[in-house]
């Protein structure tokens, strides 16, 4: 890793309009991480990103988060063969978020539970209570078999 | 405010496929929320909500957030009138995170500097550096006039 992050500037104007790309970690080192489908724009996971996976994804063009559940860095795919290929990476007003527009390869499935896009349900409300619904059944590969066969 | 939000289950396959909405707030009491615009899927911002600006959100259609520079509940729009009208919410896999698909009033922007979304940089490298580039100059209303009015 040779890219680093020089420290984001006080200045607000600086943030906003400046040259500089200062990502605004949090008190976790990690930043926000919205990922479209560079094909037609649908969203498919948010997930985030420290130092390391920000300037691995900007050096090698291959997205790579980090895993607070691991507490590690995650080459989104690694295991599902679904990399996503950056096509482009933006940031927002306050450099707290990053949005990548990707290229899925592989089955062209995001989500672990083999669906293209993590967000597969709508929330509303029935009696007064909070539901979800699901909207996309359709898997694109069998979460059981891949990731057996990936530990093997 | 009436709606409440159960407290997630601790069973991975309810949580991803059960009936209920149970959003994982994180320790500090909050979601990510993702905003895009639901004419055209444009990401307009990233922003996060507490359970009351979650709540709120779908009770009256209208987004709410939580500002965490200001600790508080955050209307979105209150000030400059671009307010956002929701069309759909979303859930992920894991219930951490919302997506909301938006019609934006007032102005059609969202973000503070008047643009349409906040995300109007790319990012890339220039000699060895992370840079931004401004890709959309076009200020959909003057911040200096819109903010002042609304304090005076």
Known sequence: M???????SKDKAELETGP?????FDEKGLVTA???DARDGELLMVAHMNAE???????TGIA???????????????SSGNTQAVQEIRT???????????TVAGHDATCHTGRRSCFYRTVGVENGKARVTITD???????AQIYAEKKG
Chains 1, 2 share one sequence.
Do not use: M
Request: aromatic share 12%.
């Open 20 to 24: 500089a790309f200062t990502p605004r």
């Open 53 to 59: 996976a920000l300037a691995l994804t900007i050096e």
């Open 137 to 143: 059944e359709h898997r694109h590969f069998d979460p």
């Open 34 to 36: 919205v990922v479209t």
């Open 64 to 78: 790579h988060y980090y895993s607070r559940s691991r507490n590690s860095l995650w080459k989104k795919g690694e």
């Open 2 to 8: 040779t890219l680093t992050f020089p420290a984001p």
């Open 92 to 102: 927002d007003c306050d450099q707290d978020a990053i949005w990548l527009k990707v």
